[in-house]
């Protein structure tokens, strides 16, 4: 008998976050390998969305090199990215391209083959380094501080992602941008973003400062969180855009009731490095910390 859709999604949260959270917590080749296992499979579901889009990307390449790129920066543990890991992720990069254009004609679309090569790297993987960085961020000390520091911007987005989803289904009547994503509204945005800002507030307080010893004034946790969940809502729509084009509703159907793991990981893409950006360099945009 076919489980209901709500109970399969359920049971799976119930095995995969324990495993997730093992994974953050300990860190090194767990982390390491989570996040490649991760980029992986999202490149190859990227790679499938630009066949239905009338690409020919070179998917085993793009597939091999997004997961070698978390495991490139398993060594990072200071929060910097060195210069060889930028070389090696660059020859990494350049190889798979070399690869997608060996042997194509000009008349088989070689500039979308090498572009859609490229992003099925670049977009899961290279936005999923940044959270080995914020793993061991220099700011944090121990796999408490590290931890909470990388739950952050997951649970902005999940914040954010859940209270769209009710208040859309309450008080949605404009439509944000139908074309891209019909079922997403005005009104799920705006208390989507609400509510992050209220999850944001009560976990800077009550998780980063007490255990990754951060200073933060109220202010700029709410500056912070607005910018967080507003990339989190960005990062849902460009993946539906995506997914337009191929013609699909989910990236893939690897993950029970949940679609694909492009599904599952389209804001974490766009809040994980930027939630890197605002803690790393509060400079160039924001006074962060007092």
Known sequence: ??????????????VAIPIVL???????????LLLALASGLAAWEFCRLAEGAGHQPFTA?????????????????????????????????????????????????????????????LYP?????????????????????????LMFPMVIAWATDTAAFFAGKAFGRRKLMPAVSPNKTVAGA????????LVGVLYVRYALVPYASLTITSANTITITIIISLAAQIGDLVESQFKREAGVKDSSHLIPGHGGVLDRLDSLFFTIPVTYFLLTFPHVLIPVFR
């Not at 994974?23 to 090194?28: E, L």
Request: net charge positive; charged share 10%.
């Open 61 to 121: 390449g793009a597939v091999v090199v997004a997961a070698l790129l978390p495991l490139s920066v398993r060594g990072i543990m200071d929060g910097t990215f060195a210069p060889p890991v930028f070389a090696l992720g660059a020859v990494l990069v350049l190889a798979v391209l070399a690869a997608a254009l060996l042997g194509r004609r000009v008349d088989q679309r070689p500039l979308g083959a090498a572009a859609a090569t490229v992003l099925a790297v």
């Open 22 to 32: 093992w994974a953050v917590w300990q860190g090194d080749l767990p982390l390491a």
């Open 125 to 149: 993987a290279g936005s999923l380094c940044f959270a080995y960085a914020l793993r061991y961020h220099n700011y944090v000390i121990g796999a408490a501080g590290g931890t909470a520091l």
């Open 1 to 14: 008998m076919k489980l209901p859709n709500l109970v399969t999604r359920v049971l799976f949260a119930v």
């Open 190 to 197: 705006v208390g989507g973003l609400l509510f992050a800002v």
